[in-house]
């Protein structure tokens, strides 16, 4: 059995929820929370599940297109999010959370802590460390896939694997 995302194209039919070739299951076909073309809409949604951000539309003339699936596992988090237009999204700094960036179609830039990552599909993914703000810029028919662990559960199982770990639970934000 394969596993495999919903509407991993930002060019996706709003309806696109059936099963692929034979064995695949369609993992957040059940999880999508919302589709819009509004752009506020899309920000506060998201913003209910993820974390304060700004989010603007590179292009006012283009249409958003925004569709956002997401699952939670208690202490990880999975989104799927879709732009049909290229987006920048700013989040402030915070402490409670990092995420994995891999984009599944399009690519993102992501600058955190003076640092720049671009990453695309099936080549790099991006880890991003809580602390600093951050800023994305998508482009345009863009998916991306974004892991969020929270930091007091990684921090928690570290102490389990290495009881002589000291101090915070500290990530170097990287490409990979």
């Not at 059940?30 to 539309?57: G, I």
């Not at 290229?86 to 984009?103: E, G």
């Not at 101090?167 to 170097?172: A, N, S, T, W, Y």
């Amino acid at each position: 059995m394969t596993a495999v995302l919903d509407n991993v194209s930002a060019n996706a039919q709003p309806d696109a929820r059936s099963a692929g070739p034979a064995g695949q299951v369609n993992c957040l076909a059940s999880y999508r929370r919302f589709r819009t073309n509004d752009r506020e809409y899309a920000e506060t949604e998201t913003a209910k599940l993820l974390s304060p951000h700004r989010l603007q539309v590179s292009n006012a003339a283009d249409e958003l297109g925004a569709a956002l699936s997401w699952a939670s596992l208690g202490a990880i988090s999975v989104y799927l999010f879709n732009y049909h237009s290229a987006v920048s999204i700013d989040r402030p700094a915070h402490h409670d959370y990092m995420t994995v960036v891999t984009p599944l179609s399009g690519h993102v830039i992501v600058r955190h802590r003076k640092q720049e990552f671009i990453t695309r599909p099936h080549q790099v993914q991006a880890a991003v460390s809580w602390g600093d703000s951050m800023h994305m810029e998508l482009s345009a028919n863009c998916a991306v896939l974004l892991m969020r662990a929270e930091i007091a559960a990684l921090t928690e199982a570290l102490r389990t694997l290495a009881p002589e770990a000291e101090g915070p639970l500290r990530f170097k934000s990287a490409a990979a």
